[in-house]
């Protein structure tokens, strides 16, 4: 059984800082991109960063400049940095990967989330 355990959310205030984690836990045979997604109330959950397993990112327009995404292939972990925190950045914050497991000799690559981090940017 694989999931994606999130931590690192919290509150902060606007220019302030915040480093969200993930980490993949279980019987992976291999980890394709990592991704991070928002949903703000009232909103659709949109792209913020995505890492491919060779290190290649792309991030939102929104929060170019801001937001560094990164990955221990190692430990099976993905992080984003984010810095210049502004009050349109509150959300709950989301890690997405794509895994490849064998199971009984079948491989089965699968989208996997995890449970989601509060991110308050207020005053």
């Known amino acids: 059984q694989v999931q994606l355990v999130e931590s690192g959310g919290g509150l902060v205030q606007p220019g302030g800082s915040l480093r969200l984690s993930c980490a993949a836990q279980?019987?992976?045979?291999?980890?394709?991109?990592m991704d991070w997604y928002r949903q703000a109330p009232g909103k659709q959950r949109e792209l913020v960063a995505k890492?491919?397993?060779?290190?290649?990112?792309n991030y939102a327009d929104s929060v170019k400049g801001r937001f560094t995404i990164s990955r221990d292939n190692a430990k099976n972990t993905v992080t984003l940095q984010m810095i210049s925190l502004k009050p349109e950045d509150t959300a709950v914050y989301y890690c997405?990967?794509?895994?490849?497991?064998?199971?009984?000799?079948?491989?089965?690559?699968?989208?996997?989330w995890g449970q989601g981090t509060q991110v308050t940017v207020s005053s």
């Open positions: 997405n990967a794509e895994i490849s497991t064998i199971t009984g000799g079948v491989y089965t690559t699968t989208d996997y």
């Open positions: 279980g019987s992976i045979f291999r980890i394709n991109a």
């Open positions: 890492i491919t397993s060779g290190g290649s990112t």
